[in-house]
T-cell receptor, first 114, second 108 residues
Framework: GAVVSQHPSRVICKSGTSVKIECRSLDFQATTMFWYRQFPKQSLMLMATSNEGSKATYEQGVEKDKFLINHASLTLSTLTVTSAHPEDSSFYIC??????????FGSGTRLTVV | DAKTTQPPSMDCAEGRAANLPCNHS???????VYWYRQIHSQGPQYIIHGLKNNETNEMASLIITEDRKSSTLILPHATLRDTAVYYC?????????FGTGTSLTVIP
């Protein structure tokens, strides 16, 4: 089946630094990928829609300059958290649309900013 | 996408059927009902989806009411590994917006 590989699974970074999270579609091409954030004991919140070869579309309230999304190829989308702060600590998940079956999701990245 | 309402939590005895309800009274005619589950600290996993007819696969059954305003996910023989948060989503297949889901605990 369609698989999305997400790396790293866990990352700890110092406050003020940037962190890049990668999401790859392994056996299919994904023209569109989606990025979610999930705080403890809460549901997934859609952050942005990543479109191959064009600018990402951000949900209301998500800072586009802080969460940089690049979708340079049909199999790779990246999310960079810039100037990370402790409040950015969260579980980040990517997904890709796979037709009528909906979406396939990455395994998630646990970001801890210290 | 349709707004969905689910009970926040449910318990089910191991080996019994787990019936998880979902209300989606605002669902439009071309929106599918999707069910996903999320085991702690993992990405969501697809379970089943349907439009009008009831559906069954190796994981679960989906019962959709005739007016499509609600549905029930049935796990026929719940196991401890089915403990997870279950999300019901109404979507035309574009963005997925997750509701709060139902936290299912399967009890030995």
């Amino acid at each position: 089946g369609a698989v999305v590989s997400q790396h790293p699974s866990r990352v700890i970074c110092k406050s003020g630094t940037s962190v890049k999270i990668e999401c790859r579609s392994l056996d299919f091409q994904a023209t569109t990928m989606f990025w979610y954030r999930q705080f403890p004991k809460q549901s997934l919140m859609l952050m942005a829609t990543s479109n191959e070869g064009s600018k990402a579309t951000y949900e209301q309230g998500v800072e586009k300059d802080k969460f940089l999304i690049n979708h340079a190829s049909l199999t790779l989308s990246t999310l960079t958290v810039t100037s990370a702060h402790p409040e950015d600590s969260s579980f980040y998940i990517c997904s890709a649309h796979i037709g009528v079956y909906g979406y396939t999701f990455g395994s998630g990245t646990r970001l801890t900013v210290v | 996408d349709a707004k969905t309402t689910q009970p926040p939590s449910m318990d089910c005895a191991e080996g019994r059927a787990a019936n998880l309800p979902c209300n989606h009274s605002t669902i439009s005619g071309n929106e599918y009902v999707y069910w996903y589950r999320q085991i702690h600290s993992q990405g969501p996993q697809y379970i089943i989806h349907g439009l009008k007819n009831n559906e069954t696969n190796e994981m679960a059954s989906l019962i959709i009411t005739e007016d499509r305003k609600s549905s029930t996910l049935i796990l026929p023989h719940a196991t401890l590994r089915d403990t997870a948060v279950y999300y019901c989503i109404g979507s035309r297949g574009n963005q997925f917006y997750f509701g709060t889901g139902t936290s299912l605990t399967v009890i030995p």
